[in-house]
């Protein structure tokens, strides 16, 4: 009769873990979602990632890893790209083609 306390205590604390990854999941979940950065032409919180790309790029001659994340403000509707640690204004043919409808 030990083995199945034994068991079931088991049982109970393997449970309280998921519970507890489930609970910090959807925590993150939801600040992620719902929290936005602020816009720094604006500066109201409202920037939302629309895009974003891993790339390799020359410098000197040499190839280094390069990558960029693609934001949008929905205050003011500003499109900017965070890239080597600051922002950059996106080209207009860019924004354009954000607002081409998808079939």
Do not use: N
Request: proline share 4%; glycine share 10%.
């Amino acid at each position: 009769m030990l083995w199945v306390t034994r068991i079931v205590i088991v049982l109970v604390v393997l449970l309280i873990g998921v519970a507890l990854y489930g609970l910090f999941y959807l925590a993150g979940w939801l600040f992620i979602r719902f929290y936005r950065s602020q816009c720094p032409r604006c500066g109201k919180r409202g920037l939302q990632i629309v895009g974003g790309a891993r790339a390799t790029t020359r410098i000197d001659g040499k190839r280094a890893p390069d990558s960029w994340t693609v934001y949008q403000c929905d205050k003011c509707g500003a499109v900017l790209r965070w890239r080597r640690g600051k922002w950059e204004e996106m080209p207009a043919d860019y924004r354009s083609g954000m607002e081409m409808p998808l079939r």
